[in-house]
């Protein structure tokens, strides 16, 4: 059953004011805390990113992405879906996935091409621009398994350019270590082609949305 809404006729201040902090608490549930703490550990990984801390940014985001799936699933048990959390969740994403790979094109080393970064952020500037859209029409447009794929090989690709550079001893890198050489195209590779394609399996699902009930 959908909560009750915030506030139907005039209440006492009293009830005003319990009414205000059951919504404050049904907001900031333990799904949107996780979230909040995905945040809080985006911005540490950056940060350590720039302070050429590979080891620790490895680290770090890998706990911050496993967070992606944690809260995901506590809202959809629990019943703790919010406004606020259907904001928050796909922002934070955004900021590490996008944030990791902006951070790591501006060190050489890593050798991961800017377009990665245009493309991965490309894509997810369209997408929330087209939920938009759609969900002001009334349609639903919720993340479908394409959009969960993309987001693990992403990640899976950030944590191996972090691996690389954390095993690669200066004098004579990347030949030491060429499993995490060869690991990290692979990824980045397939991170690139999960998020075209991603891309376009929701382009086409937003087509059929927008198209009008007596066309075929």
Not at 66 to 85: E, M, N, P, Q, W
Request: glycine share 8%; net charge neutral.
């Amino acid at each position: 059953m959908s909560p009750p809404p915030l506030s139907v006729e005039p209440q006492s201040s009293a009830g005003a004011g319990g009414g205000e902090a059951g919504a404050w608490h049904r907001q900031w549930n333990i799904a949107n805390q996780i979230t909040l703490s995905r945040l809080v550990l985006t911005l540490a990984c950056l940060a350590l990113i720039d302070a050429r801390q590979w080891g620790w940014a490895a680290l770090v985001f890998f706990v911050a992405a496993s967070t992606d799936f944690v809260d995901g699933y506590i809202a959809r048990k629990y019943g703790l879906v919010t406004v606020l959390g259907r904001v928050l969740d796909p922002l934070v994403d955004k900021m590490l996935v996008g944030g990791a790979f902006v951070f790591l094109g501006a060190v050489p080393e890593a050798r991961v091409s800017p377009w990665v970064a245009v493309i991965v952020i490309g894509r997810e500037l369209f997408i929330t621009s087209l939920r938009g859209l759609l969900e002001a029409a009334g349609k639903d447009f919720s993340a479908a398994w394409s959009g969960k794929v993309k987001m693990v090989l992403q990640c899976a690709a950030v944590v191996a350019v972090l691996l690389e550079l954390a095993t690669a001893p200066p004098a004579d890198w990347p030949q030491a270590h060429p499993i995490f050489h060869w690991l990290k195209v692979g990824l980045i590779w397939g991170a690139v082609i999960s998020t075209l394609t991603s891309a376009w399996v929701y382009l086409e699902r937003a087509a059929r949305l927008l198209r009008p009930q007596g066309d075929h």
